[in-house]
Each structure stands twice: as C-alpha cells, then as structure tokens.
C-alpha cells in the first residue's frame, strides 16, 4: 500500500507537470500570435506592406528593406504600439539610395576699382593656391576676396578652359564680371570708350579657345563731352558734319533729320554724351541749321551754349541781316549767337599764313611767318615734343604787324596737327584750316572742339579731315581669316624648304619665314595649327616623325622672330594626308609640304546668345582656310 500510495502521487504530479507544460505552450502560441498579428495589422494599415513580422516568445522580429531610413524609423515606432517597444527587434534595411549627382561646379569673378573678388564651388583637382595667386596677380596693389569652396568630383569637360579664359580676360578687364562654368564663359564689362570696347572684343576673340561658349557683353558708357561741340560746314564740296553732339538719341535724330533737310548726304554721325548746356540743344541746333541752309553756304559752330555763323564770301547783306535776326529772337535765351559776313578779299594780295605739313613717314615741316624769337622757339620745342626731335624740320620767318593773337593760332594749329596721321595746318589772320588723313574716328570732332575751344569766340576754322579705317589701329587689324589669305599669298611666290632628309630650315627659306613672321606680329592672338605633311616614300612611322620635326622647327623660327605662339600648335600627320599622286615625283613633291590652318572656334550655341563667333561676324563655322607650301624640291620625304 504504501507503494502504490508513493506511486499515485508521482503519477499525480507527473500528470499536473505535463498539463503545466501543455498549458504553457498554448499560452506562448497564443502570445507569440497575437503580437504577430497585431503588429503585422498595424503595419499593413500604414502601408507598410513590405516589413515581415515573425515572432518568438515575447519577442517580435521586424524584417525587410525599408524605402528610406525615416520610413523604417516608422515601422518600429508603430510596432511599439502594439507591443512594448523593448520586445521589437530590428532586423530591416533600407534600400541603397542612388548615387549623389556631382554638384555644378561654376565661379563669378568680380573686378572693379575697390578691389577683386572671386566665389564659386569648384572641382578639387583645381589648384586652389595657383588660381588665388593668379587672381592676387591681377588684382595688384588692391584687395582679393577669396570665397571658393572646393568639391571632391571629376572635373568636367570644358572646365579647365574655361576657367583659363576667364582669368586671362579678366587681366585686360579693369571693370568686369565673369561667369565660369564647364565650356561656357559670360562676361559683363565696362569701357571707357567705344575704341577701348572694340579693341577689347577684338582681343577676346582672339584669346578664345576652340569649343568654349563664350557671352560677350562690354559696354561703353556716354562720354563727357567738353565742351559739347557741333559743327556743320555747307560749301561746294557739299554739306558735312565737322563735329557733332547731342545728348539723347532722340536729340541726335532731330539734328540730323535737320541737317539732311539742308544737304547732308551719307548715314551721318552724331555722338551721344554727356555735358549738354541746355535741355534745348537739339532745338538750338536745328534752328541754326535752318538759317544757314537758308543763307546757302557757310559754317555753324556751336561751342557749348556759344555759337558762331559766318555766311560764305559774297552773301547779300541784306539776306544775311534778316536770317540772322530771325535766328536770334527764335534761339532759347541761354544761347548767345555771333555772326559775320567776310568781306571780300582781293585775290591778288596773299594772306600772311604758317604752314605746317606732317607726311605719311612722320616728317614735320613748319614754313611760314611767325611773330617773334621766342615764338619760333616754343613751336619749334612743342613740335620736337608731339612728333619725335629727329622729325622737325624748320623753314619760318619772322615778321611784323602779326595779329597778338598769332601765338595761340599757331601753336592750337599744332596741337590739331598732332591728331592726324598725316595733313597739313594753315594759321591766317581769318581762319584755321587743318586737313589730312587719321585712323581716329573722333579725330574730326576733337580738332572741332579743340579749335573752338582754344581760338575763342567767333573765331573761323575749317576742318577736312578724312578718315580711314586701314589707318586705325584697330579697325586695321587683320581678320584671322585675312592672316591665313595673306600667308597663302607669300607662299605662292616663296616656299619653305627643308635640307633634304632633315628638319632643318633650308637658308633660302629664311626670308619667307620672315616674311610670315612680320604678317602674324600684326594678326594678334589667333589660333594656328601648323602641320606638317610628308609623301609616301619610307617606313610611314618615320614620315610622320619627320613631318612632326619639321611643323616644330617652323614654330620654333615663329618664335626666334618675337611672334607670339601661345596660340599655336605644330603637328605631324606624315603620308596620311596627301593632295597628290604619289606615284609620280611631281605628286611627292606637292605632298612634302607645311601647312598653316586656322582653328575655329565651336559652330554653335544656344538660341539668344551672343557669342564670340557672331562678334566675329564670321560666315560658315564649318569651313576651314589654310595656306599651303611645298617641301623641299629635291628630297625624299
């Protein structure tokens, strides 16, 4: 008995640990169910349907691959709320993002009278320190504002080009803005003058490299005019304009239209500035204009609020009272008139005059009459001054009974002289008469102001000065297009030769690499591939060394003679190119040759744009010049 008792209270317990352990497993199944399913419902109910829940015992197990790194933070906050937070274990990813898009790499340049600053992100393999030095350069004696950041990207295309441009232009550019990025350059620049504005567009065409994108905006502000000078001369030449002001462009249309009324032929000019004496000027002037197309020849002079008319010789006087009179009640009161009828001059009885003739060459002669020792030397001085000591030559008289104004007559004479390449100045008691030929455009109009200003009042002067373009230094510059027509030129009549077998330079071509030299000191910056070409004769490896040696030389002669290469380049293409048989000695002969090319800049950019190309004003961007010369004449390759 008393075993069996000891057995059914084993049994017993045995029996109630089993239920216990059954009882404790459904108990976890049910937990571990009901967390699943109440996190997995919750999840679903954000939209979270790409997590999978699993868990075990207390514990939930969050998986998958979340969208974004916030979204996953979402998912484990919504499970805290369904269980307690600590049981969430996180076992998610987020999805790879895609790869970070380098940034726009770009800098502005600022210049102007208080210092330099330069701003922008650009790549890391810019030498930082060599652009800030370059900038520290240019800006001189006045502070640099260094604001660059730099990023670790590849460094795009166009970008070192760019940014070398940019910095080269901004040394000739004293007031400017210039926008850099990857193969585009904008610049906004300010002038002084109209000159000044073309030269420089003219150089930074030059300076461009092929392929850049460039935006060229310089202006040129309204000059001062002092003193605001017009003048209109009506003779048997015809009707023209010595000088001419206005200081709107309404102003300037409402001269003009006036002056064409009375006789003026050609486009006409009229230079828009500041200094106006009066808000009326243009009505002054077209009024003046009137009356003297109504006496029907003569001169007008307008000195800022001063004018002067005098009528041609043998005007009635009776005519000449009455528009005269008209003119001066009609005129606005800030204006004073004076004007006179010359008297006849009996033709027989020569004027006492000095002449001073300057020739094409530079010579200054001075002849004529001159008042005084000490006259005779101060024009002698002022003129070694203006034209070079080497150049004056002196051929005058002295004489009695000279106006006391004769002093400053001929020495303001010189100093209209000086503004001429070449022409000649006539001092009389009357009037001064200057003529000749410039390269300046304003040559006209500041002899006008000059006279006007320095003869005083009421003082006659005639002006005839012609103007022409292949005397200004800038107008004159050769296209590039022209250099390259040019070069074919002397090499149509002179070759360059090479010694048989070599890279050297035969002697006899030495005069024609002068002669190229001297034509491209006067062609600026422009871009020049020199190539060098070779016929078929021979391993092609060594032809093609060969034509390589010899394009080297002929820049290697370029830059003996001073002639700026910078924009250069020699290269060799050996039998790849030939422009004749080379079966025939005549045909090697022509393929053995260097030729000069000029590189173009890139053909195109966006609509709206202005670029270098259309500054230029060149034709087909596609289109290609090259002047061409033969080998030696008797080699081989």
Known sequence: MRLSSLLM??????????????????????????????????????????????????????????????????????????????????????????????????????????????????PAET??????????????????????????????????????????AMERLPRAKVSVSAGRVAINAITNSTEEKARLEAQLRRAAPPGLRVSLKVAAPRPVITPFTLRLVMDEAGTRFDACSADTMASRTQILNAAFEAGLTGPGDCTVGMGVPSPRWAQAVEQAISALAELGAGTVTFSDADITLVAAEGTDQADFDRVVGELENDLPGVFALYAKLPETVDPNQGPQEFVATLS???QVQLRGRLSDENLRNVADSYARAAFGSDAVYMATRLVDNLPSTWPVRVLTGLEALSQLSNGAVTVTPETVVVSGNTGNPQASTNIASLLATKLGEAQEFDIRVTYQKKLDPVAALPTPDECVAEI???????????????????????????????????????????????DSQGREEMNESLSQAR??????????RRVLTSTYT????????????????????????????????APSAPEGETTLETLAGSGDTDSEAAAETEGSDDEQN
């Open 9 to 122: 209270i084993v049994g017993t317990f045995a029996v109630a640990a089993v239920l216990s352990l059954v009882a404790a497993n459904l108990s976890v199944q049910l937990i571990e169910d009901s967390s699943e399913i109440g996190v997995r419902d919750a999840l679903d109910e954000e939209g979270m349907t790409w997590a999978e829940v699993q868990a075990d015992g207390l514990q939930v197990t969050l998986a998958g691959i979340a969208p974004t790194e916030a979204v996953r933070f979402a998912a484990l906050s919504t499970a805290g709320t369904i269980v307690d937070a600590a049981r969430v274990i996180d076992d998610m990813q987020v999805e790879a993002a895609a790869a970070i898009a380098p940034p726009r790499f770009s800098a502005e340049i600022l210049r102007n009278d208080a210092g330099l600053s330069i701003i922008g992100l650009i």
């Open 127 to 168: 030498d930082r320190d060599e652009v800030l030095d370059r900038v520290r350069a240019i800006s001189g004696q006045l502070p640099v504002t260094d604001l660059i950041e730099q990023a670790d990207y590849p460094t795009p295309d166009g970008w070192n080009d760019a940014l070398g441009f940019a910095l080269a």
């Open 360 to 362: 094409p060459e530079g």
């Open 488 to 534: 074919s030129n002397i090499l149509a009549t002179s070759k360059i030769t090479f010694e048989p077998s070599s890279a050297t330079i035969d002697a006899s071509a030495l005069g024609t690499m002068d002669d190229i030299a001297e034509l491209l000191q006067q062609c600026g910056d422009i871009k020049l591939e020199i190539q060098g070409h070779t």
């Open 551 to 560: 394009a080297q030389s002929v820049l290697n002669e370029l830059r003996a």
């Open 570 to 601: 020699a290269k060799g293409y050996g039998e790849s190119d030939p422009i004749a048989d080379n079966e025939t000695e005549e045909g090697r002969e022509a393929n053995r040759r260097i030729e000069f090319k000029l590189i173009r800049p």
